[in-house]
Nanobody
Framework: QVQLVESGGGLVQAGGSLRLSCAAS????????MGWFRQAPGKEREFVAG????????NYGDSVKGRFTISRDNAKKTVYLQMNSLKPEDTAVYYC?????????????????????WGQGTQVTVSS
């Protein structure tokens, strides 16, 4: 069983920053890509950022490019999302995800359907 636990969400003013963390409890020894998604009330879950196993390659949703940075520490089995210049439209529940069945751990996964493990989500609220 794999568990993903997010932390770091909260309330911040527009223009501020937050850093989300997602710790994975797994002992498979697998190499896998990870990602962050978000879901605002009444909207579909959308891709925010993804990262390969090596951490060398990343990809971002258009709405967060240049403001958010994804990174990972494999020794700690943790992925991070640094969010800067936050806007009210960034308000959402943020979820981390892991694709432990990935055939290619060095490919960024952007599709929701490819991820097989999800965290419980952490709320991010940006006030104007």
């Amino acid at each position: 069983q794999v568990q993903l636990v997010e932390s770091g969400g909260g309330l911040v003013q527009a223009g501020g920053s937050l850093r989300l963390s997602c710790a994975a409890s797994e002992r498979t020894g697998s190499r896998y890509p990870m990602g962050w998604f978000r879901q605002a009330p009444g909207k579909e879950r959308e891709f925010v950022a993804g990262i390969t196993w090596s951490g060398i390659t990343t990809n971002y949703g258009d709405s967060v490019k240049g403001r958010f940075t994804i990174s990972r520490d494999n020794a700690k089995k943790t992925v991070y999302l640094q969010m800067n210049s936050l806007k009210p439209e960034d308000t959402a529940v943020y979820y981390c995800a892991a694709d432990l069945d990935a055939t290619n751990p060095f490919r960024v996964v952007t599709s929701i359907s490819e991820y097989d493990y999800w965290g419980q989500g952490t709320q991010v609220t940006v006030s104007s």
